[in-house]
């Protein structure tokens, strides 16, 4: 495996050897991208946090202008595992994301590990995640978030009503969360999805995300992981817009329906291939 292990001393991070893999043909080469706007303080800490456990660690500043790209840079330039790419403007999560991406294929990485920037992801659980797409390439790893009395129960509930849809528009496939960010994605299938629509750019990503790569056969595997919301004292911050986000998270499940519809016999023709 190419990315590794951290050594949990921030900086100073070892990679492990390739490992070739029988299902891909391609060595596993993992990374983690964390995509960042406006994300304060709190993206610093995360970025220390992710290295502790993984290198390398990559960072796509989303257009941010609170001034909490310049400790990144910092970061970056005494490590050379750190990594920090820019977009000029405000683009959305899914850009950013693409944005690594594409980056990622150009150095040949084959996984990507996606967590916020906002220390609301478990970074303790990178290497459980690595080693899980490594066993299985061909599958994506999906967080299972675990909240604590901290999680606003309006949200708790409001994504209820997302995963509902999301495993309808999938048939059950497995799908247990449809909007946590902590995840590891294949690439290659990621990108190609992403390259094969305009949409899944902003906050649309990470449910557009699981439930195309689901149609195109990737497999979910969903993993417990704890999920913490931060007071405003501790620097929490969210850019999530209850009425923006939630049409466009209804525009979206509008149009995955749509794909759904013409999608159903293969669907459950997949359904009873699994099932004889
Ligand atoms: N919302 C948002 N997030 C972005 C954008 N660009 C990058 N991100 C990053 O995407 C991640 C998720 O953003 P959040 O606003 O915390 O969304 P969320 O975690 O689903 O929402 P909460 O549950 O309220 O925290 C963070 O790491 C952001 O910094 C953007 O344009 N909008
Ligand atoms: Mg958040």
Redesign the pocket.
């Known amino acids: 495996m190419t990315g590794g292990p951290g050594s949990a001393r921030p900086g100073a991070g070892v990679a492990a050897a390739s490992t070739p893999r029988a299902a891909t043909g391609r060595t596993f080469r993992s990374l983690v991208l ?6 304060g303080d709190l ?1 610093r800490a995360t970025v220390v946090e992710a290295h502790r456990y993984w290198n390398p660690v990559w960072i796509v500043v ?1 257009g941010s202008n609170d001034g909490s790209d310049q400790p990144l840079a910092a970061l970056a330039a005494s490590d050379p595992s750190i990594r920090v790419l820019r977009l000029p403007a ?4 899914g850009a ?1 994301v693409m944005h690594g991406l594409a980056a990622a294929e150009r150095d040949g990485y084959t996984h990507v590990l996606v967590m ?3 220390g ?1 992801h478990p970074a303790a659980m990178i290497p459980q995640f690595m080693r899980l797409a490594e066993a299985d390439p061909t599958a994506m790893i999906l967080g299972r978030p675990v909240f604590d009395a901290s999680a606003p129960a309006l ?1 708790v509930k409001g994504r209820r009503v997302s995963n509902w849809w999301a495993n309808l528009e999938t048939l059950w496939s497995g799908l247990d969360d449809s ?1 946590f ?1 902590f995840r590891v994605y294949p690439v290659a299938a990621l990108l190609a999805v992403m390259r094969s629509n305009r949409w899944m750019r ?2 649309d990503f ?1 449910a557009e995300a699981a439930v195309r790569l689901a149609w195109r056969g990737v497999r979910p595997i969903s993993v417990d992981a704890p999920c913490r ?1 931060l007071s405003r004292d501790e620097g929490g ?4 817009d209850y009425v923006r986000d939630n049409l466009l998270l209804s525009w979206m499940h509008l149009r995955l329906m749509a794909g759904f519809i013409v999608r159903l016999p293969m669907l459950i023709a997949r359904r009873l291939r699994r099932v004889g």
């Open positions: 964390i995509p960042s706007y406006n994300s993206v989303d405000n683009q959305g999560k950013a916020d920037a906002d609301q949200r909007l960010g902003r906050y990470d919301y911050i969210s850019h999530f």
